[in-house]
């Protein structure tokens, strides 16, 4: 019954949470300067059609009135539709979410297989060289915002070497015939490296660190001695053993840091015109299209509270010793 009721409670503390999160983009979005009709009405349109217009998105009504209706539409996954275009949010979401994903997840596998592998081996080979460089080298990662790598990264590779593209997913005048005929062309390979790689870089820092001290506790444990006891060669005793039990918190630390990259890739999308949510989001707020700009926040949030409470069952059941009461 104990893991029963904590998935449960977990379920409402995750449904409050999203209720919380999309009313406060509500109002928040509401607040802004500017006005949103601004983007819909044509100034040469007569007093007439505006006011038609503005009644058919509802924006006359009510502050509450708009609120309820949106937390309505939110229960049934209608994201309403955008003010600019009139498309359906949920098309646009569909239409710029894999992008945002490919890139993200892309950077955060080879981060994570170059993070962790270094983890263990500064964590084998504490005080030398290595470990130095390699921890200095993860700081630097963590502490340098994307964004200036980035533009760095198109300077010099881009507007100086031209070995990047500047911009874009695919080359100016290309039509691919389907979405994965586009991912797997060599044109969006050559555009997905340098912001995979900022990515990459940035993203690696945090398994390095997590894995590195993990297994300075590891190692001390007394079953290492055991193993060497044993006759168990160095490699054996730390690949099989010491970093396998080092690995619990970098995979729980991996739940909560895919939700927090999908949002931490805005501004490399704006950075290399990557045409995904970030960016998205990002326009849709300058122009105060409500329905989108709320849209792709709630993607986001939904993103980080989903990846938490995986966290929180993983620790369950990767570790036993953690219980539910």
């Not at 802004?32 to 819909?40: A, E, K, L, Q, V």
């Not at 993990?214 to 054996?236: H, N, Q, V, W, Y």
């Amino acid at each position: 019954m104990g893991k029963v009721n904590f998935f449960v409670r977990r379920t409402v503390q995750l449904v409050l949470t999203l209720w919380a999160v999309a009313t406060v983009l509500f109002v928040l979005f509401r607040l802004m300067p500017g006005d949103p009709t601004s983007y819909i009405v044509s100034p040469q349109m007569t007093p007439e059609i505006r006011q038609q217009i503005i009644a058919n998105y509802g924006l006359n009504d009510p502050m509450w009135v708009q609120y309820v209706r949106y937390i309505e539409n939110l229960a049934t996954l209608d994201l309403g539709r955008s003010f600019k275009t009139n498309e359906q949010v949920a098309e646009i979401l569909a239409t710029y979410l894999p992008n945002t994903l490919i890139l993200m997840l892309t950077a955060f596998v080879i981060a994570y297989t170059i993070g962790v592998t270094a983890g263990v081996l500064t964590g084998w080979y504490r005080g030398s060289d290595f470990e130095k460089s390699a921890v200095v080298t993860a700081l630097v990662g963590r502490s340098v915002p994307s964004f200036w790598v980035g533009i760095l990264v198109l300077w010099v590779f881009g507007a100086t070497l031209g070995l990047i593209p500047m911009s874009g997913m695919t080359a100016i005048g290309t039509e691919p015939s389907g979405f994965w005929d586009m991912v797997f062309s060599v044109g969006f390979l050559h555009h997905l490296v340098a912001p995979v790689a900022v990515l990459a870089f940035y993203y690696m820092g945090y398994p390095l660190l997590i894995m590195r001290n993990s297994m300075l506790e590891t190692l001390s444990e007394d079953f290492i001695d055991i193993c060497r006891a044993k006759g168990l060669t160095e490699r054996a005793i730390m690949f099989r053993h010491a970093a396998r039990n080092a690995m619990l918190p970098v995979l729980t630390a991996a739940a909560i840091a895919v939700g927090y990259a999908i949002g931490g890739s805005v501004l490399i999308e704006t950075v290399f015109g990557w045409p995904g949510i970030g960016r998205e989001m990002i326009r849709a707020v300058l122009r105060r299209d409500y329905p989108v700009a709320q849209g792709t926040f709630l993607v986001l949030a939904l993103s980080v509270i989903v990846m938490n409470f995986i966290a929180d069952l993983l620790y369950g059941v990767l570790d036993p010793r953690v219980t539910y009461d």
